[in-house]
């Protein structure tokens, strides 16, 4: 089945937010790097998942029902033994939800040089919107975004990345390395292109995006969907 008939169908069956876990599997599919991913129901599958991953792993709840994760508890990080994955499974099933619950193995990303944030949203008179910015408090604080029109050109997507004040972050700031520009620029483009085949989607977060000297990885992503009954 093809990604655009996967999420006709998902649309069509109600379903509004895709998990972390489909999310990213459909960035992959697009060519976007992503943490590699296993999801998992029991304790053996999920300990077996981890030792193929190999440790450290970071362990995630997947339910329906749980969004922002980390403010549930739902993230467990650096995971590094059979032990400390034992323990992230059974503080994970402890976390209160009415959805059904699933786990996302991956791989724990290298530090990044910094954390990017790279979304789209519907804009009501323009529809789809491309945004980009430096992840964190500058993001949360201080609103350091930019926004083009979709469909953008690779010129709007390097405007896109060196309007924001926090560019130099990006640049070399302070003995860093300097940020692979050409990453995100590429990673812009596929998004765009991404949203304009598929009129489905309504929102889309990549959140965060590591970013290296060489390429990105994007660490924790949400799409959601229009609904067929606004
Ligand atoms: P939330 O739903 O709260 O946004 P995330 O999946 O973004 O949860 O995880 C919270 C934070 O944990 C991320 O911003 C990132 O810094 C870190 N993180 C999440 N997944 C990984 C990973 N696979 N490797 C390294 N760090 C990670
Ligand atoms: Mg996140």
Do not use: W
């Amino acid at each position: 089945m093809s990604i655009s008939d996967i999420l006709k169908q998902k649309a069509a069956a109600g379903q509004k937010v895709l998990t972390e876990y489909e999310s990213k599997e459909l960035l992959k599919e697009i060519g976007i790097p992503i943490t590699e991913q296993k999801l998992t129901k029991t304790k053996d599958e999920t300990l077996s998942a981890a030792e193929e991953l190999g440790y450290p792993v970071v362990m995630k709840l997947m339910a329906e029902d749980v969004v922002h994760k980390s403010d549930m508890g739902a993230v467990k990080l650096n995971i590094k033994s059979k032990e400390a994955a034992e323990q992230a499974f059974d503080e994970l099933m402890e976390i209160p939800s009415e959805a059904e619950k699933q786990i996302s193995v991956q791989k724990m990303a290298e530090e990044p040089i910094t954390e990017l944030i790279i979304g789209m949203t519907t804009d009501p008179q323009f529809g789809p919107a491309l945004m980009f910015g430096i992840g964190g408090i500058l993001v949360e604080l201080l609103e350091d975004v930019s926004f083009r029109i979709a469909p953008i050109t690779e010129y709007d997507a390097k405007e896109m990345i060196h309007e924001i004040k926090g560019f130099p972050l990006l640049d070399g700031f302070r003995g860093k390395p300097k940020a692979d520009i050409d990453a995100i620029v590429e990673t812009l483009m596929k998004i765009s292109d991404f949203v304009i085949k598929n009129e489905e989607i309504y929102e889309m977060d990549l959140n965060p995006v590591f970013i290296y000297k060489e390429g990105l990885i994007c660490v924790d992503a949400r799409i959601i969907l229009k609904s067929e009954t606004k």
